[in-house]
């Protein structure tokens, strides 16, 4: 584990804290931490509660990667990040986020495909923001917020890249509640806990069997969109 991100076990509950002391970009390094954390999370049979720094839960995907030209990184990048989601979205134990502040691109990504999202109160955005900056939403991407928004806002968030308040969040479905920011993690910590008594068993089987079409489609997109072929001369997706 490196200082991007730390692994705490508590019983039975692992947090997992992002914290690179800026805006908590998805790097390739960022992400290899999260996923050895998982990792370790996935043999410690753990609830999971991930957050972030205070102000920051995560700005996205690292823009300098797509700036670079390196084809390969670019697509490391992604790889790495679709394959996180598409974790948390069938992790074997529930997974709670802890928002602290902005959740941007990628870093949204992981909202959607968490089992519980507590979001702290602020003057913070949340939300797809791709088309915004030139960019085009990948395809697993757009699987995950149609799985998890509401239908009155998937248009808006996705094709007009509407951003949101932590309490607009909760209504177009990134986050489930929003507390004040003194009570965000004591929030989420008593969420984990209440979800680590459920059936293990239970838990896991039924968390595929109701995100089977979801699973599926966000497979199909990582296998098919990422890869040189299709991103050379398109417009990186962030």
Do not use: W
Not at 150 to 172: L, N
Not at 186 to 194: G, H, K, L, M, V
């Amino acid at each position: 584990m490196t200082k991007l991100a730390t692994y705490t076990l508590d019983g039975r509950i692992a947090t997992i804290a992002l914290d690179d002391g800026k805006a908590n970009a998805l790097s390739i390094a960022m992400l290899q931490t999260l996923h050895e954390a998982f990792d370790q999370a996935e043999r410690d049979e753990a609830v999971v509660l991930l957050s972030g720094r205070e102000g920051r839960f995560s700005a996205g995907f690292d823009l300098g990667v797509f700036g670079g030209g390196d084809v390969a990184a670019v697509i490391e990048m992604l790889r790495l990040g679709a394959t996180l989601a598409e974790r948390i979205l069938s992790f074997p134990t529930p997974v709670v986020v802890a928002c602290g502040g902005h959740a941007i691109a990628a870093g949204s990504f992981l909202l959607l495909a968490a089992d519980a999202r507590i979001g702290a109160d602020g003057p913070f955005r949340i939300g797809l923001n791709e088309v915004r900056i030139g960019l085009t939403v990948p395809t697993f991407a757009i699987e995950l917020a149609r799985q998890r928004l509401h239908p009155a806002h998937f248009d808006r968030a996705v094709v007009s890249a509407t951003m949101y308040s932590p309490r607009e969040a909760v209504v177009a479905g990134y986050l489930d509640r929003v507390v004040e920011p003194a009570e965000l993690l004591a929030t989420a910590q008593a969420t984990a806990a209440d979800l680590a008594e459920l059936n293990p068993a239970a838990h896991a089987a039924t968390k595929l069997r109701a995100r089977a079409g979801a699973l599926s489609a966000v497979r199909a997109a990582i296998a098919s969109e990422l890869t040189v072929e299709a991103l050379t001369g398109a417009s990186a997706p962030a």
